[in-house]
C-alpha cells in the first residue's frame, strides 16, 4: 500500500519580518546584553532555543521512525494514513505512528467502524480471535485521526493497527488522550505521535485461536516539531483503568525509551532531542488551546 507522503513543514507564518524602512542602530554594548540576558533565560527554563528552525528541514517521515531492538520481531507496513511495525509472533503492533495536521482534524468522514484483517501482513490475527475475549479491540492510531479521507478511515479498523485493550482503558483515559492529541494538533500545526503496546519478554495472557497477546500496559510518545520552542512528551497507561487519569500517567519521552528499548524521534538535532525527551511538563501540554 501507499504511504501519505508529507514532506517537511517550516512554520512559515512565524518569523519576524524585515524592516525594509528607516533602520534603528542599537548600541553594541546594549545588544551584547540582550542577547546574553536571552540566553540565561533559556538555559534557565532548559528548553532549546533554535524553535522551529532546528527541524524544518526534517521530514515527518524521518520523526516517525522508530529504532528498536533487533531481537523484536517486525514486519513494517506503510497505510495511507500511518505506519505500524507489526509483530507477527504476538499478532499485534510494535508502534504505529502518525503524523496528524491542524486540516486533517477537520475532516468529515464519516466513522468506518468495520474491523478486518490484513491479509497482506503474515500473522495478522482475525476479528473472532477478539470474540468473547471480554477485551475491546484498541485502536492505536485512533479512526477520528483518520477523517480526511476514506480510504485511511477503512486502513484505521486493520487488526494491524489494534491491541486487546481493557473497556475502562479504551473508553477512558486512552479515548481522552486522544482528543486531546486533536487539540494540540490544531494549536501547534501538526504533532507526530506514536503508540503501541509496551512489550513482555514473556505473555502471560493471550486471546483467540491465533493467541493475541494482551499487552499489561501501553504508551504514546508525542511530538509537536513546529511549535516554538519544540516540546515532546509520553504517557504510559495499564490495561486497565488509569487511576488519576492522563495526567497521572505523563512522563518524559525518556522513560517510555526506557521502557519499551526504542529509540523515538532520533532525527531531531541533538541538541533539541536531549532536552524535549527528558521533559514532562504536563501543565504545559494542558494549557495549549487551539
Given at each position: 500500500?501507499?504511504?501519505?507522503?508529507k514532506g517537511?513543514?517550516?512554520?512559515?507564518?512565524?518569523?519576524?519580518?524585515?524592516?525594509?524602512?528607516?533602520?534603528?542602530?542599537?548600541?553594541?554594548?546594549?545588544?551584547?546584553?540582550?542577547?546574553?540576558?536571552?540566553?540565561?533565560?533559556?538555559?534557565?527554563?532548559?528548553?532549546?532555543?533554535?524553535?522551529?528552525?532546528?527541524?524544518?528541514?526534517?521530514a515527518?517521515?524521518?520523526?516517525?521512525?522508530?529504532?528498536?531492538?533487533?531481537?523484536?520481531?517486525?514486519?513494517?507496513?506503510?497505510?495511507?494514513?500511518?505506519?505500524?511495525?507489526?509483530?507477527?509472533?504476538?499478532?499485534?503492533?510494535?508502534w504505529?505512528?502518525?503524523?496528524?495536521t491542524?486540516?486533517?482534524?477537520m475532516g468529515k468522514?464519516?466513522r468506518?467502524?468495520?474491523?478486518s484483517?490484513?491479509?497482506?501482513?503474515?500473522?495478522?490475527?482475525?476479528?473472532y480471535?477478539?470474540?468473547?475475549?471480554?477485551?475491546?479491540?484498541?485502536?492505536?492510531?485512533?479512526?477520528?485521526?483518520?477523517k480526511w479521507?476514506?480510504?485511511a478511515m477503512?486502513?484505521?479498523?486493520?487488526l494491524?493497527?489494534?491491541?486487546?485493550?481493557?473497556?475502562?482503558?479504551?473508553?477512558?483515559?486512552?479515548?481522552?488522550?486522544?482528543?486531546?492529541?486533536?487539540?494540540?494538533?490544531?494549536a501547534?500545526?501538526?504533532?507526530?505521535?506514536?503508540?503501541?503496546?509496551?512489550?513482555?519478554?514473556?505473555?502471560?495472557?493471550?486471546?483467540?485461536?491465533?493467541?493475541?497477546?494482551?499487552?499489561?500496559?501501553?504508551?504514546?510518545?508525542?511530538?509537536?516539531?513546529?511549535?516554538?520552542?519544540?516540546?515532546?512528551?509520553?504517557?504510559?497507561?495499564?490495561?486497565?483503568?488509569?487511576?488519576?487519569?492522563?495526567?497521572?500517567?505523563?512522563?518524559?519521552?525518556?522513560?517510555?525509551?526506557?521502557?519499551t528499548g526504542?529509540?523515538?524521534?532520533?532525527?531531531?538535532?541533538?541538541s533539541?532531542?536531549?532536552?524535549?525527551?527528558?521533559?514532562?511538563?504536563?501543565?504545559?501540554?494542558?494549557?495549549?488551546?487551539?
Open positions: 500500500m501507499t504511504a501519505k507522503t517537511s513543514r517550516s512554520a512559515s507564518g512565524r518569523r519576524s519580518k524585515k524592516n525594509k524602512g528607516a533602520s534603528v542602530r542599537i548600541p553594541v554594548t546594549t545588544l551584547l546584553v540582550l542577547i546574553a540576558f536571552a540566553l540565561f533565560a533559556a538555559l534557565k527554563k532548559n528548553i532549546p532555543t533554535v524553535g522551529p528552525t532546528g527541524v524544518e528541514n526534517v515527518s517521515t524521518e520523526l516517525m521512525s522508530v529504532e528498536m531492538p533487533d531481537s523484536v520481531a517486525s514486519n513494517q507496513i506503510d497505510y495511507l494514513g500511518y505506519t505500524v511495525s507489526f509483530n507477527p509472533r504476538l499478532h499485534i503492533p510494535n504505529v505512528a502518525w503524523e496528524l491542524r486540516e486533517e482534524t468522514t464519516p468506518y467502524d468495520k474491523f484483517s490484513d491479509a497482506n501482513v503474515a500473522g495478522c490475527a482475525e476479528t480471535d477478539y470474540l468473547y475475549s471480554g477485551y475491546d479491540r484498541g485502536h492505536m492510531a485512533p479512526a477520528a485521526d483518520m479521507s476514506k480510504d477503512m486502513e484505521s479498523f486493520y494491524t493497527n489494534i491491541c486487546p485493550q481493557a473497556r475502562e482503558l479504551n473508553t477512558g483515559a486512552w479515548r481522552t488522550l486522544e482528543e486531546k492529541c486533536r487539540q494540540w494538533a490544531k501547534d500545526s501538526a504533532i507526530v505521535i506514536i503508540a503501541g503496546p509496551i512489550l513482555d519478554p514473556a505473555p502471560r495472557e493471550f486471546i483467540g485461536d491465533n493467541r493475541v497477546a494482551v499487552p499489561r500496559s501501553f504508551f504514546k510518545v508525542i511530538l509537536a516539531p513546529y511549535a516554538n520552542p519544540v516540546r515532546a512528551i509520553g504517557f504510559v497507561m495499564p490495561n486497565s483503568k488509569v487511576k488519576g487519569g492522563m495526567q497521572a500517567a505523563a512522563v518524559s519521552v525518556d522513560k517510555v525509551e526506557e521502557l526504542y529509540d523515538f524521534f532520533a532525527a531531531l538535532p541533538d533539541i532531542e536531549n532536552v524535549v525527551e527528558a521533559d514532562a511538563d504536563f501543565p504545559l501540554w494542558s494549557r495549549i488551546k487551539p
